[in-house]
């Protein structure tokens, strides 16, 4: 009965000491400062906790307010980018209206972010610039946005 208990209880510590671990209070952990950074954005433009690099913002963090996208839109249709400007830091809507996941990649690494089959993510670049985007998914896939 002793060893069981013993067991028992060094099965406790081991997951309390895993929770632990899983419920940091890292304030910066929503950020990312690496150009590789990839974001995925959940259907129907809600994201959650993940963001690219410092070119861009993907999400939001939890408990934070997402301002309104303001009707740009980026649509994927026919493993195809459609065209887009928008303005620094301005929040658009990405739509994948094909029926096979695709990503929003820039060519520069700065930011990337995938879109489910008949979803949408939103992205605000803050930086104004062309950005060259490609689908790491369908190297066929190319493009740009127009950031003013």
């Known amino acids: 009965m002793i060893r069981r208990t013993r067991g028992l209880a060094i099965g ?3 997951a ?3 929770l632990t671990g ?13 150009a590789s950074a990839t974001a ?5 433009g809600a994201t959650t906790g993940d963001t690219a690099g410092p070119e861009a913002v993907v999400t939001t963090p939890v408990g934070a307010t997402t301002p309104a996208p303001t009707g740009a839109v980026l649509t994927i249709k026919g ?5 887009l400007t928008v303005a ?3 929040l658009f809507t990405i739509t994948n209206d094909d029926t096979a996941r695709h990503t929003v990649t820039a060519d520069d690494g700065s930011f990337t972010v995938t879109v489910e089959p008949g ?6 670049i803050p930086v104004a610039g062309t950005y060259k985007i490609h ?7 190319t493009g740009s946005i127009v950031v003013g």
């Not at 995925?40 to 129907?44: D, E, I, L, P, V």
């Not at 493993?79 to 065209?83: I, K």
Request: charged content about 10%.
């Open 12 to 14: 406790l510590i081991v």
């Open 16 to 18: 309390a000491a895993a």
């Open 22 to 34: 899983c419920s940091s209070d890292n304030k910066a952990s929503g950020a990312t400062t690496a």
């Open 40 to 44: 995925t954005g959940a259907s129907t």
């Open 79 to 83: 493993f195809a980018f459609g065209a």
């Open 88 to 90: 620094a830091g301005e």
């Open 119 to 124: 979803t949408s993510s939103d992205l605000a």
């Open 135 to 141: 689908c790491e998914i369908h190297s066929s896939m």
